[in-house]
């Protein structure tokens, strides 16, 4: 791997969703760092109260604050949105995120039959017990089938450029062992999902945000799951979805042997305002 690979992170919370810290520290802290790229993805609001998403009334405020950042001499910053794709209620693809004029989005799936409540599966571990037994009858398997459904119906719809931490599903699995990966149906549906990526243009990201938050210990997706990519010539990016300026690099020289590993060359990075792949 070059060790001149731009320094890069396309996935940042702050405090105005559900991070630490105003997005002017993380800037301070991707400068000292040495970043050259670094974008700002607040979870868009939802349609329903929740603690972890943008409220509704921050939306344009966001996009301003971001937008006047002052930037540091030789760094890019980029405005997005990670917007969650919702059944019959919300997604990537609706006209309304066009006029914010963003740089490029994320689109990612959290909740699961949301009808009654925001029952989320990476949330707080009574809402996800709620999720896992009282909708799915403790049928791990049959959760995880559900969550790459929502998926496939998010990238047909399409309207976004990153896919958010494709296998957020498994986040609990080392508290609560709901989940076996090498389980057929779970296998089946994962390839499904790339099936359907492939060939769209949408770019498939190493997070490594569970680890950093020491839910997983591995990154997202598995190794399984970025060979497989490879073979359908998914393009791949690396983001550390920091919720703190500390988490920025996390992981990110590991991410790229991974990557090397699956049998990558290249990942793309946004540059000069323009998706680009850069040689590892």
Known sequence: MQSTIPLTNYHTHNELCDGCGDASEYVKAAEAKGFRALGFTSHAPLPFPNE???KEENLLPYCRKIRALSVPDGMEIYLGLEIDY??????????????LNLDYTIGSVHSLRPEDTDLSVDG????FLDLLNGYFNG????????????LEEMIKAGGFTILGHMDLIKKKNLRFSFLDEG???YREAAERVLNILAGTGIILEINTGGMYRKAT?????SPEILKEAFRQDIPLMINSDAH?????DFHISESRQLAVEAGYR????LLNQKWQPVAL
């Not at 210990?217 to 997706?221: A, S």
């Not at 703190?244 to 920025?248: C, I, K």
Request: charged fraction near 25%; aromatic fraction near 12%.
């Open 124 to 127: 707080p571990d009574s809402e």
């Open 244 to 248: 703190t300026p500390e988490a920025l």
């Open 183 to 185: 389980n057929p149906r």
């Open 217 to 221: 210990d591995q990154v997202y997706p």
């Open 86 to 99: 919702i059944p019959g209620k919300m997604g990537p693809a609706q006209e309304r995120w066009k006029s």
């Open 266 to 269: 290249k990942i793309m990075m």
């Open 139 to 150: 049928d791990g398997t049959a959760m995880a089938v559900t969550y790459f459904e929502y």
């Open 52 to 54: 972890w998403t943008l």
